[in-house]
């Protein structure tokens, strides 16, 4: 079966098609299958239209003192494939492009005012390939550096109410702050520490300042509860600190 003449949009677009995958119509090198091919072609496509026929018909025109000698494709079915599918599609868009198409010379194939090599050509194409893939890359959506930290926070005096202070803390907001589980967590003679986890978003979130915050909580107490606990001279307050220290127990990005 001879190649179909390759005079329609149609035709057109499904050989652009077949090309996109291919440098030539079989196999990695010409074969007569490119050259029967490039023979039956009676339109002039363009390189915005259809890009991968373009750049194949460039890069065959320049074999054409070599059609002689090229040999055929060792498996014909892929070919015959082609063929097959070109030949169940129209032959031309209409009755006067298919006569236009007709009178067209392939001796020569030449686009006006075009002096690309193929060479040039397909350099073109590829630069053109990289800067939509850096527009689709700028296009996409940042990634969100995200961590999960988990605060030891001790307290400063033995009776403290480690569920108020849990309460005080969560009252920490930030943009970029999700707070999560916490537990008490036995440290010795029956004292206890806080700890608790959070997830923050690392541009927004420091963990620097959400210790300060946090060290920065107070309680109330009577007098009564500051002479018991032996607190110094310069906590003899109404508010006297909750924390003694704030530590960060782990520390995971994702």
Known sequence: MSFPNIASTARAAYLDKWLSTRSYITLHEPTSGDKDCFLSLKISPSSQQYPHLYRWL????????????LKAASDGSEISSLKEALAKLPQADSDAKAEEAGDETDEEFTLSGD???PEQEMERLEQERKRQEELKM????KKVAMSTVVFDINVLRVRTDLKNLDKEVRKIEMDGLRWGVSKFVGVAY????????????DEKVSTNDLQKDIMSITEEISQEEIDDDEIDDEYVLKRVPYVQSVEIASFQKY
């Open 58 to 69: 460039k890069h065959i025109a320049s074999y054409k003192s070599q059609f002689p000698a």
């Open 190 to 201: 029956g004292i206890q520490k806080l700890r608790i986890e959070m997830v923050i978003e």
């Open 115 to 117: 002096d690309e090599t």
């Open 138 to 141: 700028k296009s996409k959506p």
